[in-house]
């Protein structure tokens, strides 16, 4: 739960996982399906490995990377064609190790997501959550709660609007098509390559004490990605 509760992605890749983090309780609750997803395809090889026998963890890890392959931007019509084969096999290997009131229809729709992929192609092209993310959108204009479908119809037309005439405004002026940086620009270049860009600060300046976990967090992550470091790694 520890290292459940310090884990970063990248910017956009995943939400906030540690929200749903209770270290009083040890549960994870109030995740989104998308989030699950996360945990699913990337995290729970890792988390589970070491804490159970090496049989069963070998079943996980074929159930996240049979997730993986299939919610991959591009997918291969003969590794489709191997997922087919070894859903059923998996599904079996899972009943034997959970009791039987773990199963439902939504752990045997296992056996029904390679078939699909094969007809529809990618999953991201037909899961639902780019249109949940849009009917959120929708709902925030709902201004009228006795009329909501003509408060968002009108809302939708006057955002149209704004958007095709703000097109027409020049690039130094911010609209939606040229909104401001989400950081500050500052004139100072660090000679390291990871500091370059868009630097200066999104707030008031605070002190703050690192914990040693948190220093070397920071300090790994800058090594990593730093290429001044390549060479040495290599």
């Not at 906030?16 to 549960?27: F, Q």
């Not at 929708?138 to 119809?153: G, H, V």
């Not at 939606?176 to 500050?184: E, F, K, T």
Request: glycine share 4%.
């Amino acid at each position: 739960m520890e290292w459940f509760k310090i884990l970063k992605f990248s910017d956009g890749y995943a939400a906030n996982l540690t929200r749903g983090v209770n270290l009083e309780t040890m549960r994870i609750n109030g995740l989104k399906s998308h989030d699950y997803h996360i945990w699913l395809e990337r995290l729970l090889p890792v988390m589970v490995r070491g804490y159970v026998p090496d049989h069963i963890w070998l079943v996980l890890a074929e159930l996240s990377n049979f997730f993986r392959q299939l919610c991959a931007k591009e997918v291969s019509l003969s590794v489709i064609a191997d997922m087919e084969k070894m859903a059923p096999v998996l599904l079996c290997k899972l009943e034997k190790i959970f009791p039987p009131g773990f199963f439902n229809p939504m752990q045997h729709m296992i056996l029904h997501l390679p078939y699909q992929a094969r007809m529809g192609g990618p999953v991201q092209n037909r899961w639902c959550y780019s249109i949940e993310r849009c009917q959120k959108v929708l709902r925030t204009k709902c201004k009228n709660k006795c009329k909501i479908e003509a408060s968002i119809a009108e809302a939708y037309i006057l955002e149209e609007v704004s958007n095709f005439t703000s097109k027409y405004y020049s690039d130094n002026l911010p609209s939606v098509h040229n909104p401001p940086p989400r950081y500050n620009a500052d004139e100072e270049e660090s000679n390291l390559s990871i500091f370059r860009g868009q630097l200066g600060k999104a707030s008031h300046s605070r002190t703050k004490t690192l914990t040693v976990e948190e220093w070397r967090d920071i300090m790994l992550y800058v090594l990593k990605n730093l290429d001044e470091v390549e060479p040495y790694i290599q």
